[in-house]
């Protein structure tokens, strides 16, 4: 199932993030930013009560948001749960009455298969201007963005 995060996720949150940031697959995000948005992230967690993935639906600007820190646990990788948690960020966006949703990522092809199209980063520049320039590799980022027209 997919459910909201708590406070008793954070730092298996960060302990996964810290692990694909290491791997330059993601961006690593400090305990303060987890803490601080807690209420963007869901947690994935099996019928054992094992946690296996984590995502953050994060609200940008009017009509736009971003589904970021995505993460899966590698041992449960392909088994569906990072598909289960887009689709329930995707839902949340709709539940708030936002009808477009981007991701930056290496994955193109994973958010594709979702239904996202590749746009220019021009296309987002509330993004840019608030995130992307206060990230290390800003303005040498080659992370894809993906966008998915609701
Ligand atoms: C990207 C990531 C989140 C995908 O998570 P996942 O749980 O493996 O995703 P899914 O299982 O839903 O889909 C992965 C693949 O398995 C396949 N798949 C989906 N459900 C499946 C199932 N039940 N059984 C077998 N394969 C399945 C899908 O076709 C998909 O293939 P594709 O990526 O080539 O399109 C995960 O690989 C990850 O954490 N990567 C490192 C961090 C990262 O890159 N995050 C994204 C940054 S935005």
Not at 68 to 77: I, M
Not at 110 to 124: A, C, I, P, T
């Amino acid at each position: 199932m997919i459910r909201k995060a708590r406070q008793q996720d954070v730092r298996f949150i960060h302990g996964l993030l810290s692990r694909y940031g290491a791997e330059g697959q993601l961006l690593a995000r400090p305990l303060t930013d987890i803490y601080e948005f807690l209420r963007d992230f869901m947690i994935a967690e099996d019928k054992e009560g094992e946690r296996t993935g984590v995502c953050a639906l994060h609200l940008v600007w009017e009509d736009l948001c971003e589904v970021r820190s995505l993460a899966v646990l590698p041992e449960r990788g392909g088994e569906g749960w990072g598909t289960k948690l887009v689709e329930a960020c995707v839902s949340d966006a709709l539940t708030l009455g936002f009808n477009q949703v981007f991701a930056l990522t290496y994955r193109p092809g994973f958010f594709s298969r979702l239904g996202f199209q590749e746009v220019e980063k021009q296309r987002l520049p509330q993004k840019i201007w608030a995130d992307c320039v206060k990230c290390v590799k800003f303005p040498d980022c080659d992370e894809i963005a993906m966008l998915l027209e609701l």
